[in-house]
DNA sequence: CTAAGTTGCCTAAATGCTTTAGGCAAATGC
DNA sequence: GCATTTGCCTAAAGCATTTAGGCAACTTAG
């Protein structure tokens, strides 16, 4: 009997490249025995289960998109900063669409609290110092970030738009350009 | 033997309400059967499998999403019927969950092409006819506003602005604020 | 270096979802 | 009333999940 030399940690790792290459939601414990030449039993010392695996896949992949963002936003503010920050949003979602979908599961609170999310929404808010925008609008333009960056990468993703022009690195350019002015000219007041 | 009356409409249609309950990816052929108080194989004369319940529940949810957000934008123009539209996804969105996210699932593109999806890109083309976009900034700002649809009810749905002030429904109405003004003064060219 | 303990992977088995093949009975139409 | 279509059935095979219990291979202490 020759041992794999499995770990929870290695077996995550397996999943995430699973769930890039046939979707995150197609991502079995079967498979991943199968990847490992090793019974299927033998995960269920390493994972609790099915769900706990996608769970953990989750959290990987967050903890991961928040090093890359840290790394994107070292050393740049304003502009150049919120531009690098959506850039490695995009990219992560295009080089890992499985790890990307991974990162938009829905943990219950207790997990998510204890995840790298916070790291996320901490970066964000540090994005947004380079504007001029006091709480709690600070508040309503992060989630208005999130819901882009989550949104645009789930959509291109999807495919929805390819196939058609312009362009999507040119619609994400100029959506960037758009965000930015209107960081910048926040209205404090609603518009008549 | 009892014939329950199953028809393909039928069973879409409560495998929709099935999505609302236990989410749109724990609807099972199984449990759909279990709820018809039908064999399982009965089934498979109206759907040719969980794929195509899939499917066919997506394309139901766009089409009933469209539906609505056709009647909210009737007789609106301009951030009235922005506002209004918005709200139809928002609210689609807090009301079924389930048929929600169905609506996101990844069609291929000859299905997508084929389903109410294009309806959605043309009403909100509608919508943008209310602002002074020229081609193809009106195309970035589909883009724009389909990803904040789209990621503000996935995140919302997710739980990601319960439990923390200000609450939800001020963000989104500061948002949609906010998308207004842009749309308003769309930058043509790239800021400084 | 050997004995004891721990860990890694195994076999076995139960449960449940999916899917196909083929059959009988109820509804429908002539 | 009879033939056809349609709706639901039984049966069975395949695969994913999960748990229980076992043996072999490493690790560590004496």
Do not use: C, N
Not at 67 to 82: C, F, M, N, S, V
Not at 116 to 134: E, N, Q, S
Not at 148 to 160: I, K, P, R, W
């Amino acid at each position: 009997m020759v041992r794999v030399g499995l770990t929870t940690e290695r077996v995550v790792r397996a999943g995430a490249e699973l769930a890039d290459e046939v979707g995150f939601d197609q991502v079995t414990v079967s498979e991943l025995a199968r990847r490992f030449d090793v019974k299927v039993a033998s995960l269920y010392s390493h994972v609790k289960g099915s769900q706990d695996l996608r769970t953990r896949i989750a959290l990987f992949a967050l903890e991961e998109l928040a090093d890359r963002a840290a790394d994107a936003i070292a050393g740049r503010a304003g502009k150049d900063a919120l531009i690098a920050f959506a850039d490695a949003y995009r990219d992560y979602g295009r080089e890992h669409p499985g790890r990307s979908a991974a990162a938009r599961l829905r943990l219950d609170p207790e997990t998510a609290a204890a995840s790298a999310g916070v790291r996320h929404a901490r970066m964000t808010r540090a994005i947004l110092r380079g504007y001029d925008l006091t709480e709690p609008d600070q508040t309503h333009a992060v989630r208005l970030l999130g819901s882009v960056f989550h949104g645009y990468s789930s959509l291109e993703t999807a495919g929805g738009f390819s196939h058609s022009a312009p362009d999507s690195q040119e619609s994400w350019m100029r959506i960037l350009d758009a965000l930015d002015a209107l960081l910048r000219t926040w209205p404090t007041t609603p518009a008549p």
